[in-house]
């Protein structure tokens, strides 16, 4: 063992987070060790957002060129070159090649330790035989991986999970999905639209089950019309080999067979890293921290996936900003009243804030309003059908305390309901906002004005 190196700031992992707080602490005076076990940049970058969203993207427009039958053409013919899609998905995962996010990280001054972190106690992270000592914090930022289920056979035969998913270099002809997520209706539709045949297993009682009901109820039809299959409510209970594919053997005693099977049923910490050294956890095994200051112990913060406060990019970057402040000597505050979420499908589904369940359950006078963004101008140009806006307010603040919406173009739409949130804006302010007509975001002033009504 070599005499440990010492550091203000040691960093377990050099992902979104990492990013974040090796940026953060530039030109400080601070010395930073970032260490990484894969590739800088984490999930996000290689097997995550972004290859998924381009695989999506390219889903998108066979669509697209689809939908031209009814807007504008007589006959539209293509042939699918599946080759081309995961070249590109490739490509834009970087080649899996983190040369340039590596060098702009050692840039900022910070040092990065390639190898399997582990942290030994509050102070210290040992490196492939090597000790690093952080003089005054240390920062869990390692993210989380895909949680396996505990399914008879699942360790017998060869699945997907996300990282196989969005880089994949042969198109099946069938494919089940466990986890009727975000995760798996995104990938679900993706490979529906290349032309596999796509069974989507919910074993709960509805999918997305993280929000509104209205937005699996809205989204559904749109699955369904691209050929998905998706069964809610049976739970896998079994799974093997049959030929070249895989069986599924549900509660109920119906059965799914495919090419090929993609566990998107949640994800875990990677708390492999860090869970010898006595820090909290959660009951789902994240870690704990305070959601202020992201501390989980006097001078060891979290930050990203691994805190189980949300498993977003956006989230992650702004732990790291908000640590890295912190380690500068500033008062900064995380604040997650108004953390946004999108689902990359067709159409898009988009919320913050509370549902109006989690509102009644926190006891506040709530009011709703809601309407289907398909009945505007807007929809009726796009030749959109069968949408969701949901509003929920709180009528003694008389403020919005949340929003879920399936639209096109949703992601693009939520950021003013974003900030109306975290601003605490009145809703008679938010119900007084032009809106360009005939933008997709028009169709939040009516409902707006019915909330508003409402609470007043």
Known sequence: MRLPQEFDVVCLGGGVGGEAIAGGLQDSGLTLAVVE????????????CIPSKTLLRSGETLEE???????????????????????????????????????????TGAKLVRGEGKLIDSRTVEVGGERLTARRAV???????????????????????????????????????????????????????????????????????????????????????????VMVGDACVGVEKQGGGVLLKLKSGATVQADRL???????????????????????????????????????????????????THLAYYHGQVVARRLRGEDARADHTAVPR???????????????AAARERGLQVVTASTDPAETARGY????????????????????????????????????????LRAGTPLRTLADVIHPFPA?????????????SKAA
């Open 381 to 420: 140009i796009h030749d959109f059908h069968g949408g969701t806006l949901k509003l929920v307010g709180d009528r003694d603040r008389g403020v919005l305390v949340g929003a879920t919406m399936v639209t096109p173009r949703a992601g693009e739409i939520l950021g003013e309901l974003v900030l109306a």
């Open 139 to 229: 920062v869990v930022a390692n993210g989380g991986t895909a949680l396996i289920p505990p399914i008879p056979g699942l360790d017998a035969v060869d699945f997907w999970t996300n990282r196989q998913a969005v880089l994949p270099r042969e198109l099946p002809g069938s494919l089940a999905v466990l986890g009727g997520g975000a995760i798996g209706v995104e990938l679900g539709q993706a490979f529906a639209r290349f032309g596999s045949k796509v069974t989507v297993i919910e074993a709960g009682a509805r999918f997305l089950g993280a929000e509104e009901p209205e937005a699996g109820a809205a989204l559904r039809p749109h699955l369904e019309a691209d050929g998905i299959t």
């Open 262 to 312: 993609l566990i998107a049923t949640g994800r875990r910490p990677n708390f492999e890293a860090w869970v010898d050294a006595g820090l909290p956890q959660t009951e789902r095994g994240w870690l704990k921290v305070d959601p202020f200051s992201l501390e989980a112990m006097p001078g060891v913060y979290g930050a990203g996936d691994v805190t189980g406060l949300g498993g977003f």
């Open 440 to 452: 997709f975001n028009r169709v939040l002033g009516a409902v707006l004005q019915e909330l508003a």
């Open 342 to 356: 999108v689902t990359f499908t067709d159409p898009e589904v988009a919320s913050v804030g509370l549902s109006e």
């Open 37 to 48: 076990r894969e590739l800088v940049g984490g999930e996000c970058p290689y097997w995550g």
């Open 65 to 107: 060129a689809a939908r031209a039958r009814t807007l504008a053409a007589s006959r539209v013919d293509w042939e699918l070159d599946f080759p081309k899609v995961s070249k590109r998905v490739y490509w834009m995962a970087r080649d899996l090649d983190d040369t340039r996010p590596a060098a702009a990280m050692e840039a």
